[in-house]
């Protein structure tokens, strides 16, 4: 089972930032929390990770709490394009490299 | 990231055939994963492949519905065996090429089974 909360859905107005929210109360210390979305009909594109220090790349930001229990992906600038199912993983530990999906959030950007 | 060929992107099958989804990396990879998403709904993991053993398969996944082959680093088949109208599904496959990477997934196998 997924080890990740996130809201059914959302959404952001054009322009403005995007902030999504996951839960993974029980999440192991050696575990990385991942980012995913999935644009309508593709495969799902890798978007950030983190173990516990906020990150930040092109195309995202990522906070994650002190105590590991929550984070949040920021999309700053969302576009259109944004638009996608956005996926909270937790990686499993014991030497299994699996991602386990839960059902994520769907962003909608609207104009 | 590693760049990820599957084939075909989509197919219709008549129900009781199988069908082979091939998986070409263009780097050499420990593991590949294959996936299933049904219509609506979000990833499931259907099995792990090590190149030079067998598939490890998820619970309610096994060999003889959905073999797995890995004949080298860059490669691998997902059959999905005596089909049936459920299985119909976009499937796909999935690497990491390395502990600072992400996971890179192919663009689908969207399969309708009539």
């Known amino acids: 089972d997924a080890k990740t909360t996130q809201p059914t859905s959302m959404d952001c107005a054009e322009g403005r930032a995007a902030n999504l929210p996951c839960n993974h109360s029980?999440?192991?210390?050696?575990?990385?929390v991942y980012w995913y979305r999935q644009i309508h009909s593709q495969g799902p594109q890798y978007i950030i990770h983190?173990?516990?220090n906020n990150e930040t790349n092109e195309m995202a930001s990522l906070i994650i709490t002190e105590d590991r229990k929550s984070s949040t992906l920021i999309l700053p600038h969302a576009t259109l394009r944004d638009t996608a199912v956005y996926y909270c993983i937790v990686r499993l530990q014991g030497g299994s490299e699996k991602l386990v999906f839960g059902k994520g959030t769907k962003l909608t950007v609207n104009p | 990231s590693a760049v990820i060929s599957q084939k075909p992107s989509r197919d219709i099958c008549q129900r009781g055939t199988s069908l082979t989804i091939q998986c070409q990396v263009d780097s050499q990879v420990t593991m590949m994963f294959w996936y299933r998403q049904q219509p609506g709904q979000s990833l499931t993991l259907i099995a792990t492949a090590n190149q030079g053993s067998e598939a490890t398969y998820e619970s309610g996944f096994v060999i003889d519905k959905f073999p797995i082959s890995r004949p080298n680093l860059t490669f691998s088949t997902l059959t999905v065996s005596n089909m049936s109208p459920e299985d119909s599904s976009i499937y796909l496959c999935?690497?990491?090429?390395?502990?600072?990477?992400?996971?890179?997934f192919g663009s689908g196998t969207r399969l309708t089974v009539v």
């Open positions: 999935s690497v990491r090429r390395g502990r600072l990477y992400g996971y890179t």
């Open positions: 029980t999440i192991s210390g050696n575990e990385y």
């Open positions: 983190g173990l516990k």
